[in-house]
């Protein structure tokens, strides 16, 4: 499994959203500047986001972007699959003998189905509570 920097980006700027459902509308630039994203490429995301259902955007002084969805309801799995398209591995094995080849593309594939059933069964109301327990693990008192 790869992930490209699209499918990367884009799973932060779904995170953040979950991150921040409380407040409302969130501005791109927000996003951008807590996520480390280029503000031009967030705004393609958002964009294809926005077309799949996943979220929500309102124009104006007061609007932004918000999740469609409850973030229970979406998993990391299908962000990544809609911005990096279907995550399958072909090796590039012609030369290797048959045998080997076939035990290795079938350990490829079982290690693709192992993290596409994470990704898939990961859904964001669960990351955010990873990101949580971290934030809460950075802040103390010396």
């Not at 499994?1 to 630039?29: E, N, P, Q, R």
């Not at 500047?33 to 986001?49: H, K």
């Not at 594939?109 to 964001?124: E, G, I, K, P, Y």
């Amino acid at each position: 499994m790869k992930v490209s920097t699209k499918g990367l980006y884009g799973t932060l700027a779904v995170l953040d959203l979950a991150i921040h459902c409380a407040a409302g509308h969130i501005h791109k630039a927000d996003i951008a500047r807590r996520q480390g994203i280029p503000e031009q490429y967030l705004a393609q995301l958002l964009s294809v986001l926005r077309r799949a259902g996943y979220v929500r955007s309102v124009r104006g002084p007061s609007g932004g972007h918000m999740l469609a969805l409850p973030p229970a309801a979406i998993n990391v799995g299908e962000i990544i699959e809609l911005l990096d398209g279907p995550q399958v591995t072909e090796p590039k094995l012609s030369d290797a003998d048959p045998a080997s080849r076939a035990v290795i593309e079938k350990l490829l594939r079982t290690a693709d189905q192992a993290a596409a059933q994470v990704l898939n069964s990961t859904t964001f109301d669960k990351v955010v509570e990873r990101w949580r327990r971290n934030e809460d693990a950075l802040d103390f008192i010396i």
